[in-house]
């Protein structure tokens, strides 16, 4: 994959340690599959046009400006020499203003990554003061940065020879928990359901492996998109809906026939015991469900 274009370009600052730095794109959409809207007749792609929504009239690029909605009939325009007039320092800076443990920053903020590099020799040595200091004391330097016409936060961790860059949420666009979570009955739960899940739970534990998660409907979609440019015939695939949970379902018993299931699927994967081996371990039987999960609204 050819190496991205640098978003933005500038200093990355500590007090008054400073560094050229560039930020890059750490994601890629180039494999995802984007479907064109078309004019069914015609096959013709249709395009979105800046239209004047009284006058219907199409506006030129060099028409196109920038308005703050006041209410419903009132609009400020906004020049692009007023947002010049109040650019702001994070423009061409990050400035490093706190650091926190890694553990802080809820994912909730997290918005994209980026790759933080030093831009030029000059200002290798810095950076990587800057990286090896917050290795070695186990800490996320946060700053602002200005992308896209818009001031954000910017978590920054090191991550090998080089700096990842979070992109972060402001508090005011993480909506709060307890609007969701305190809708939320109070649930007691068996003892011998928790235990079978637990059990399910560390058969399924493991390090985290992003490439053992296929993009199933981007496969599908590409094996569509060949079928159809070699005029074969369309073949379904299974509905992933098709194992959907009825509505009455008995919790108990998917939880023991799920832990059956796996105890099954782990002895075939074990090698056979040799010829005249015993074993003295008695099977693990399953416990029957002595209490039901009762609901409370409290």
Same mark, same amino acid.
């Given at each position: 994959?050819?190496? @991205?274009?640098?978003?933005? %370009?500038?200093?990355?600052?500590?007090?008054?340690?400073?560094?050229?730095?560039?930020?890059?794109?750490?994601?890629?959409? !180039?494999?995802?599959?984007?479907?064109?809207?078309?004019?069914?007749?015609?096959?013709?792609?249709?395009?979105?046009?800046?239209?004047? /929504? +009284?006058?219907?009239?199409?506006?030129?690029?060099?028409?196109?400006?920038?308005?703050?909605?006041?209410?419903?009939?009132?609009?400020?325009?906004?020049?692009?020499? !007023? #947002?010049?007039?109040? !650019?702001?320092?994070?423009?061409?800076?990050?400035?490093?203003?706190?650091?926190?443990?890694? /553990?802080?920053?809820?994912?909730?903020?997290? +918005?994209?990554?980026?790759?933080?590099?030093?831009?030029?020799?000059?200002?290798?040595? @810095?950076?990587?003061?800057?990286?090896?200091?917050?290795?070695?004391?186990?800490?996320?330097?946060?700053? %602002?940065?200005? #992308?896209?016409?818009?001031?954000?936060?910017?978590?920054?961790?090191?991550?090998? %020879?080089?700096?990842?860059?979070?992109?972060?949420?402001?508090?005011?666009?993480?909506?709060?928990?307890?609007?969701?979570?305190?809708?939320?009955?109070?649930?007691?739960?068996?003892?011998?359901?928790?235990?079978?899940?637990?059990?399910?739970?560390?058969?399924?534990?493991?390090?985290?492996?992003?490439?053992?998660?296929?993009?199933?409907?981007?496969?599908?979609?590409?094996?569509?998109?060949?079928?159809?440019?070699?005029? %074969?015939?369309?073949?379904?695939?299974?509905?992933?809906?098709?194992?959907?949970?009825?509505? +009455?379902?008995?919790?108990?018993?998917?939880?023991?026939?799920?832990?059956?299931?796996?105890?099954?699927?782990?002895?075939?994967?074990?090698?056979?015991?040799?010829?005249?081996?015993?074993?003295?371990?008695?099977?693990?039987?399953?416990?029957?469900?002595?209490?039901?999960?009762?609901?409370?609204?409290?």
């Amino acid at each position: 994959m050819a190496v @991205a274009r640098a978003n933005w %370009k500038g200093y990355l600052r500590l007090s008054l340690v400073s560094c050229p730095v560039a930020l890059y794109p750490a994601t890629s959409d !180039e494999k995802k599959i984007s479907l064109n809207r078309i004019n069914r007749a015609t096959g013709n792609r249709l395009r979105q046009q800046n239209i004047d /929504e +009284v006058t219907k009239e199409v506006i030129a690029g060099d028409d196109v400006g920038k308005a703050y909605q006041l209410d419903k009939e009132t609009r400020i325009p906004i020049e692009d020499d !007023e #947002l010049e007039a109040i !650019e702001l320092e994070s423009k061409r800076t990050i400035q490093i203003e706190q650091f926190v443990p890694a /553990e802080d920053i809820d994912q909730r903020f997290v +918005v994209r990554p980026y790759y933080l590099l030093p831009d030029g020799e000059a200002g290798e040595e @810095a950076y990587a003061v800057i990286r090896d200091a917050m290795k070695d004391e186990n800490v996320v330097g946060v700053g %602002k940065v200005m #992308l896209s016409s818009r001031e954000h936060m910017i978590a920054l961790y090191p991550s090998g %020879k080089g700096i990842i860059g979070n992109l972060l949420r402001y508090p005011s666009e993480v909506r709060s928990e307890k609007d969701y979570f305190d809708e939320v009955p109070h649930v007691e739960v068996a003892d011998d359901m928790l235990d079978m899940a637990k059990t399910l739970i560390k058969k399924y534990e493991g390090k985290f492996d992003p490439s053992a998660f296929k993009d199933r409907y981007g496969d599908a979609l590409r094996a569509l998109i060949e079928s159809k440019k070699g005029g %074969k015939a369309i073949i379904k695939t299974d509905d992933a809906r098709s194992g959907a949970a009825t509505n +009455v379902v008995n919790l108990m018993d998917l939880l023991r026939k799920s832990v059956k299931d796996e105890g099954a699927a782990d002895a075939k994967r074990r090698p056979a015991p040799a010829r005249g081996a015993t074993s003295s371990k008695k099977p693990a039987t399953a416990k029957p469900s002595t209490a039901r999960a009762k609901r409370k609204t409290g």
